[in-house]
T-cell receptor, first 115, second 117 residues
Framework: DGGITQSPKYLFRKEGQNVTLSCEQN?????MYWYRQDPGQGLRLIYY???????QKGDIAEGYSVSREKKESFPLTVTSAQKNPTAFYLC??????????????FGQGTRLTVV | AQTVTQSQPEMSVQEAETVTLSCTYD???????LFWYKQPPSRQMILVIR??????QNATENRFSVNFQKAAKSFSLKISDSQLGDAAMYFC??????????????FGQGTELSVKP
């Protein structure tokens, strides 16, 4: 079945640690996105990538890094510079807009908690 | 920059009744998409309905319909014959059609809908 897979579902990070969240899609989508969800704030864009080997910062990129070495994969690293990383993280992908209103498909999310 | 506002943090509806969720947005663009996404307790984001800004006709998907008022920059969602399975967080989202915007979605804060049996 085509879709987006995020792993792990739950992740615990110690202070000062870097952790990496995985996102893989087999939908042949060009674009991929990382969003952060906090209670009462909706979803905020961290990073996005429209094509392999290229990505752009979103609204809250500080303390995060990404790579896009393969079309299928867009991992997110939460670095120790991110002071408040506890949140729910959602990965999404979409096809390039060809005038048909392409929707974004989402993974099931990763809950990151600082311990 | 575009913004999306959902002014109703929580809404409640009786089973089989109709409820309307509000959404307003701000943009200087004329060509864009608007979406409603549903997030049930599983936290999986599910597309409910989409609207292309160049279309005057309001989108409908079974029990879900929108009232798209482009001049007023309003995009409300109407759920008819509400069912228990409709209980979820609902997000309104905006997507520019400009390529340099990358297809990113701008979300509202969400409306938590509860359905009473």
């Amino acid at each position: 079945d085509g879709g987006i897979t995020q792993s792990p579902k739950y992740l615990f990070r110690k202070e000062g640690q870097n952790v990496t969240l995985s996102c893989e899609q087999n939908l042949n989508h060009d674009a991929m996105y990382w969003y952060r969800q906090d209670p009462g704030q909706g979803l905020r864009l961290i990073y996005y990538s429209q094509i392999v080997n290229d990505f752009q910062k979103g609204d809250i990129a500080e303390g995060y890094s990404v790579s896009r070495e393969k079309k299928e994969s867009f991992p997110l690293t939460v670095t120790s510079a991110q002071k408040n990383p506890t949140a729910f993280y959602l990965c999404a992908s979409s096809a390039r807009d060809r005038g048909i209103g392409t929707e974004a498909f989402f993974g099931q999310g990763t809950r990151l908690t600082v311990v | 920059a575009q913004t999306v506002t959902q002014s109703q943090p929580e809404m409640s509806v009786q089973e089989a009744e109709t409820v309307t969720l509000s959404c307003t947005y701000d943009t200087s663009e004329s060509d864009y998409y608007l979406f409603w996404y549903k997030q049930p307790p599983s936290r999986q984001m599910i597309l409910v309905i989409r609207q292309e800004a160049y279309k005057q006709q309001n989108a409908t998907e079974n029990r879900f319909s929108v009232n798209f008022q482009k001049a007023a920059k309003s995009f409300s969602l109407k759920i008819s014959d509400s069912q228990l399975g409709d209980a979820a967080m609902y997000f309104c989202a905006y997507r520019s059609r400009r390529y340099n915007q990358g297809g990113k979605l701008i979300f509202g804060q969400g409306t938590e809908l509860s359905v009473k049996p």
